[in-house]
Nanobody, 125 residues
Framework: QVQLVESGGGLVQAGGSLRISCAAS????????MGWFRQVPGKEREFVVAAAGSWSGPYYADSVKGRFTISRDNAKNMVSLQMNSLKPEDTAVYYC??????????????????WGQGTQVTVSS
């Protein structure tokens, strides 16, 4: 079993930056498929970015490409998401996800077995 805990969410003005992190425990996730998704009330969970170790990815949603950057700290068993040039439409609960198997359908919620509880990111205009 893998437990994921997100942190670092908060309120930021449009154009600002925020870094959110995901700490994993229970297993070493350095070779896991790791993803970030986001969700707003009333809408489906939306793919943001995924990476599968150093050999695959990262893959970004078009809406965040050039603004968001995923990174891993294998020593700390953590994954982070640096978000720059934030827009009000980036407001959502951000979820970290993990799976021990790589999937070409990395952009689908069903490709991940493990999920964190989410962290709220709010971007004010």
């Amino acid at each position: 079993q893998v437990q994921l805990v997100e942190s670092g969410g908060g309120l930021v003005q449009a154009g600002g930056s925020l870094r959110i992190s995901c700490a994993a425990s229970g297993r070493t996730v350095s070779n896991y498929l790791m993803g970030w998704f986001r969700q707003v009330p009333g809408k489906e969970r939306e793919f943001v970015v995924a990476a599968a170790g150093s050999w695959s990815g990262p893959y970004y949603a078009d809406s965040v490409k050039g603004r968001f950057t995923i990174s891993r700290d294998n020593a700390k068993n953590m994954v982070s998401l640096q978000m720059n040039s934030l827009k009000p439409e980036d407001t959502a609960v951000y979820y970290c996800a993990a799976d021990r198997r790589y999937s070409a359908n990395y952009f689908l919620v069903g490709s991940y077995d493990y999920w964190g509880q989410g962290t709220q990111v709010t971007v004010s205009s």
